[in-house]
Antibody, heavy 118, light 107 residues
Framework: EVQLVESGGGLVQPGGSLRLSCAAS????????MSWVRQAPGKGLEWVAN????????YYADSVKGRFAISRDNAKNSLYLQMNSLRVDDTAVYYC???????????WGQGTRVTVSS | EIVLTQSPATLSLSPGERATLSCGAS???????LAWYQQKPGLAPRLLIS???TRATGIPDRFSGSGSGTDFTLTISRVEPEDFAVYYC????????FGQGTKVEIK
């Protein structure tokens, strides 16, 4: 059974940084694209970034380009999201997802909450 | 960026009724790469449909997807109590974007 467990969320001031982690199990992690998807309080879903299984291709939403960095460690079955220059509108629950068949999200973690506030 | 517009914003139904949710795209979705998700309060979304009409593993056959190009539909043939939730469409033909959601609530 696929399991994705996010961690690293919390309260941070505007302009600060945070690193999210996602521990994966139940599948061959290194073979799958992975994504981060976020959801602001009471709002809809927004795709943030994704990374190919071997880490050689990475894409970002325009809203986070230049501020966020996605990475992975296949030896540790882990996905990361380094978030810098955080803004109030980055406040959201961040989900780690598998990214399959050109861009659908079949498996999701439980999410980790990031709050950017002074 | 492809903008997806879902309608209606809220659908009020009684159990056993048919639900018809619409998703319109600002431009044609390549290869009909359109998915639908269900989200219940406090939980992560769940994939229902991909490629406009292919049910995901374990999804009951009362859920069906249809459409092509810029107009897509999710139909729940007879709404069960566990189906009251928010539904999102997502296109993955050109990057990935989501609609704003349709809430299916108990009438």
């Amino acid at each position: 059974e696929v399991q994705l467990v996010e961690s690293g969320g919390g309260l941070v001031q505007p302009g600060g940084s945070l690193r999210l982690s996602c521990a994966a199990s139940g599948f061959t992690f290194s073979t799958l694209w992975m994504s981060w998807v976020r959801q602001a309080p009471g709002k809809g879903l927004e795709w943030v970034a994704n990374i190919k299984g071997d880490g050689t291709e990475i894409y970002y939403a325009d809203s986070v380009k230049g501020r966020f960095a996605i990475s992975r460690d296949n030896a540790k079955n882990s996905l990361y999201l380094q978030m810098n220059s955080l803004r109030v509108d980055d406040t959201a629950v961040y989900y780690c997802t598998t990214d399959e068949w050109h861009g659908i999200f079949p498996s999701w973690g439980q999410g980790t909450r990031v709050t950017v506030s002074s | 960026e492809i903008v997806l517009t879902q309608s209606p914003a809220t659908l009020s139904l009684s159990p056993g009724e048919r639900a018809t949710l619409s998703c319109g795209a600002s431009q044609s979705v390549r290869n009909n790469y359109l998915a639908w998700y269900q989200q219940k309060p406090g939980l992560a979304p769940r994939l229902l449909i991909s490629a406009a009409s292919t049910r995901a593993t374990g999804i009951p056959d009362r859920f069906s997807g249809s459409g092509s190009g810029t107009d897509f539909t999710l139909t729940i043939s007879r709404v069960e109590p566990e189906d009251f939730a928010v539904y999102y469409c997502q296109q993955y033909g050109n990057s990935k974007t989501f609609g704003q959601g349709t809430k299916v609530e108990i009438k």
